[in-house]
């Protein structure tokens, strides 16, 4: 299968010297969801806009759909749909011809009734008539997202779409997605709420320090590094493990009333049977157990910790 | 050619302008009369006449150039230096345009602007003196061409500006002198010889010039050299703005 946005070893380093980006290459296909997670200044933004044709690239190079980024500027942009980070809207303008105006941009023919849709999907007909100025933050953000969707893109790029909106926009805008998905348009949002990513993304990449660390299939990155947490709350408080506990890696938590063993679910053997046994051996009585499953988030804090361990050593 | 986009770059500047229609179109005209009323009338009692003209009739095609000349470099320079202060340059910059298509987008609106401005104020001056135009298709692409030429010029300017301060500067500082020293409201004959020479090297002399020539057959420097200078004046700007736009600078990082 070909991939619909193919960028190869893409470098940007501003001019003040700042390398925003160290060679990314990625391929992301025709109709999947990608979500890029990476802490502030990581470079998410900038690989966009180096797409999109905000930014120019130092070196590398981007197709969309088999067009060149540069050399095809046209067919490649023409595919694309914008949301961008901040809200940049014209604050004079009515909602309606803000979004014929980006339609027009586009080249695209007026067609209203598919404006109209797009107006209604996002809950923005009965503002159509308002200046973009009058509008609430939320309201805002959506006529970002009319405008990036009024040119009929068959690309859409979503950059941190749900920083600081409420909890109904942002399922708003998780339904608009699948909406999109289905009829496949190929999305590509940034994130930093790791939330965000489980629950539409079909799969991760995590982006740090103009690097793409990994890219894997959601499902697949939460098995591989999904590891749980068994924490034993014990009947005495202890300070300090017998020996016979030395191997499990046990952490004492909350002052010595419990303790943590974390272990792969991957793995052929958990262990917890012979640390249960153990535990019983060493004298140890047991209150209560709980395990829990650890969240994207840790994975990508532990990603990223690991990478700045690299880089420190 | 995106011709669409080009359309649409249009029309929302043209929008822009009809939003503030009492400011660009009523400002204009009172400024015009209250110049016919100091330069015409209090001056014009003690000049009779510039080379068999009536002083009231002389500084008509001066006031249409200073009014033409400021109106196409703000309504240009503005018309690009918002989209950048408030980020929606973003769109721009993603849409499938290039940059002939950007310019003629706003550069083709601030000049339609600043040219229905400089016929509202032909108009107005026909309130106040009896006006004849010789060479009236001369007239019309003299006034087209400078404000195409000077809104390509406010188009790098707002481009250029880092801020509002900057964005009044060079018409301020450079133009508005220029203007004022370039004969607007009298001819460079009656200059000492010294201060003739130096007007030679206005650029704005010429335009005026020949503009004043459009209407009444006299001119400081030959026609034909006003023309040349004019069009080498825009060859300089679109030149300036392909490579801006080449090179990305001041609006792509």
Same mark, same amino acid.
């Given at each position: 299968?070909? $991939?619909?946005?193919?960028?190869?070893?893409?470098?940007?380093?501003?001019?003040?010297?700042?390398? $925003?980006?160290?060679? /990314?290459?990625?391929? @992301?296909?025709?109709?999947?969801?990608?979500?890029?997670?990476?802490?502030?200044?990581?470079?998410?933004?900038?690989?966009?806009?180096?797409?999109?044709?905000?930014?120019?690239?130092?070196?590398?190079?981007?197709?969309?759909?088999?067009?060149?980024?540069?050399?095809?500027?046209?067919?490649?942009?023409?595919?694309?749909?914008?949301?961008?980070?901040?809200?940049?809207?014209?604050?004079?303008?009515?909602?309606?011809?803000?979004?014929?105006?980006?339609?027009?941009?586009?080249?695209?023919?007026?067609?209203?009734?598919?404006?109209?849709?797009?107006?209604?999907?996002?809950?923005?007909?009965?503002?159509?008539?308002?200046?973009?100025?009058?509008?609430?933050?939320?309201?805002?953000?959506?006529?970002?997202?009319?405008?990036?969707?009024?040119?009929?893109?068959?690309?859409?790029?979503?950059?941190?779409?749900?920083?600081?909106?409420?909890?109904?926009?942002?399922?708003?805008?998780?339904?608009?997605?699948?909406?999109?998905?289905?009829?496949?348009?190929?999305?590509?949002?940034?994130?930093?709420?790791?939330?965000?990513?489980?629950?539409?993304?079909?799969?991760?990449?995590?982006?740090?320090?103009?690097?793409?660390?990994?890219?894997?299939?959601?499902?697949?990155?939460?098995?591989?590094?999904?590891?749980?947490?068994?924490? @034993?709350?014990?009947?005495?408080?202890?300070?300090?493990?017998?020996?016979?506990?030395?191997?499990?890696?046990?952490?004492?938590?909350?002052?010595?009333?419990?303790?943590?063993?974390?272990?792969?679910?991957?793995?052929?053997?958990?262990?917890?049977?012979?640390?249960?046994?153990?535990?019983?051996?060493?004298?140890?009585?047991?209150?209560?157990?709980?395990?829990?499953?650890?969240?994207?988030?840790?994975?990508? /804090?532990?990603?990223? $910790?690991?990478?700045?361990?690299?880089?420190?050593? | 050619?995106?011709?669409?986009?080009?359309?649409?770059?249009?029309?929302?500047?043209?929008?822009?302008?009809?939003?503030?229609?009492?400011?660009?179109?009523?400002?204009?005209?009172?400024?015009?009369?209250?110049?016919?009323?100091?330069?015409?009338?209090?001056?014009?009692?003690?000049?009779?006449?510039?080379?068999?003209?009536?002083?009231?009739?002389?500084?008509?095609?001066?006031?249409?150039?200073?009014?033409?000349?400021?109106?196409?470099?703000?309504?240009?320079?503005?018309?690009?230096?918002?989209?950048?202060?408030?980020?929606?340059?973003?769109?721009?910059?993603?849409?499938?345009?290039?940059?002939?298509?950007?310019?003629?987008?706003?550069?083709?609106?601030?000049?339609?602007?600043?040219?229905?401005?400089?016929?509202?104020?032909?108009?107005?001056?026909?309130?106040?003196?009896?006006?004849?135009?010789?060479?009236?298709?001369?007239?019309?692409?003299?006034?087209?061409?400078?404000?195409?030429?000077?809104?390509?010029?406010?188009?790098?300017?707002?481009?250029?500006?880092?801020?509002?301060?900057?964005?009044?500067? @060079?018409?301020?500082?450079?133009?508005?002198?220029?203007?004022?020293?370039?004969?607007?409201?009298?001819?460079?004959?009656?200059?000492?010889?010294?201060?003739?020479?130096?007007?030679?090297?206005?650029?704005?002399?010429?335009? @005026?010039?020949?503009?004043?020539?459009?209407?009444?057959?006299?001119?400081?420097?030959?026609?034909?050299?006003?023309?040349?200078?004019?069009?080498?004046?825009? $060859?300089?700007?679109?030149?300036?703005?392909?490579?801006?736009?080449?090179?990305?600078?001041?609006?792509?990082?």
């Amino acid at each position: 299968m070909t $991939a619909i946005v193919d960028i190869r070893d893409l470098k940007k380093t501003y001019d003040g010297g700042f390398q $925003a980006l160290k060679g /990314v290459s990625l391929q @992301i296909e025709q109709g999947e969801i990608l979500a890029l997670l990476g802490p502030n200044g990581a470079g998410k933004t900038t690989l966009i806009s180096a797409i999109c044709g905000i930014v120019t690239p130092s070196s590398g190079s981007v197709s969309v759909g088999g067009h060149d980024i540069v050399t095809e500027f046209r067919a490649a942009r023409a595919m694309i749909g914008l949301v961008p980070q901040e809200i940049h809207l014209e604050p004079f303008e009515t909602v309606w011809r803000t979004v014929r105006y980006s339609r027009g941009l586009f080249g695209c023919k007026r067609d209203d009734t598919h404006l109209e849709q797009v107006l209604r999907d996002l809950s923005l007909w009965d503002k159509r008539h308002a200046r973009t100025m009058e509008l609430s933050g939320g309201m805002k953000r959506r006529v970002l997202i009319a405008k990036a969707l009024s040119h009929e893109p068959r690309v859409l790029f979503l950059d941190e779409p749900t920083a600081g909106v409420d909890v109904e926009l942002r399922r708003d805008m998780w339904k608009l997605v699948e909406g999109l998905r289905a009829a496949g348009v190929t999305i590509i949002l940034t994130t930093h709420y790791i939330e965000e990513a489980e629950a539409i993304a079909d799969r991760v990449g995590v982006i740090a320090k103009g690097e793409l660390l990994l890219v894997e299939e959601k499902d697949a990155l939460m098995a591989r590094m999904g590891r749980k947490t068994l924490e @034993i709350e014990l009947q005495d408080p202890v300070t300090v493990l017998p020996d016979s506990l030395a191997g499990y890696g046990l952490e004492i938590v909350r002052e010595g009333a419990a303790l943590r063993y974390a272990y792969d679910t991957q793995a052929e053997r958990t262990g917890i049977t012979k640390l249960l046994a153990d535990l019983a051996a060493a004298g140890l009585q047991m209150r209560d157990l709980q395990t829990s499953q650890s969240s994207l988030e840790e994975i990508f /804090v532990g990603l990223v $910790a690991e990478r700045n361990a690299e880089d420190a050593a | 050619m995106n011709l669409t986009a080009m359309a649409a770059i249009y029309r929302v500047e043209m929008m822009r302008f009809f939003r503030t229609l009492a400011q660009s179109f009523i400002s204009p005209v009172i400024s015009t009369s209250l110049y016919f009323v100091v330069f015409g009338t209090a001056i014009g009692t003690r000049i009779d006449q510039v080379e068999g003209v009536s002083y009231g009739a002389f500084i008509v095609p001066g006031l249409i150039m200073l009014t033409v000349m400021t109106q196409s470099l703000s309504n240009a320079s503005f018309g690009i230096y918002f989209p950048k202060f408030i980020g929606t340059i973003f769109e721009l910059l993603s849409a499938p345009v290039n940059f002939l298509e950007i310019v003629i987008g706003f550069v083709g609106a601030a000049a339609t602007k600043a040219l229905f401005i400089g016929l509202v104020i032909l108009a107005t001056s026909a309130f106040f003196v009896d006006i004849r135009i010789q060479h009236p298709f001369a007239m019309i692409a003299f006034l087209v061409l400078t404000c195409v030429s000077f809104s390509l010029f406010g188009f790098i300017i707002g481009i250029w500006a880092k801020n509002f301060e900057q964005l009044q500067l @060079i018409p301020l500082l450079v133009v508005t002198p220029l203007v004022f020293l370039g004969g607007s409201f009298y001819s460079i004959t009656m200059l000492p010889p010294v201060w003739q020479t130096i007007s030679l090297f206005n650029p704005v002399m010429y335009l @005026i010039s020949g503009f004043r020539w459009a209407f009444f057959g006299l001119a400081d420097v030959p026609v034909g050299i006003s023309l040349l200078a004019i069009a080498g004046f825009t $060859a300089i700007c679109l030149g300036l703005v392909w490579w801006i736009f080449r090179t990305g600078w001041r609006i792509r990082s």
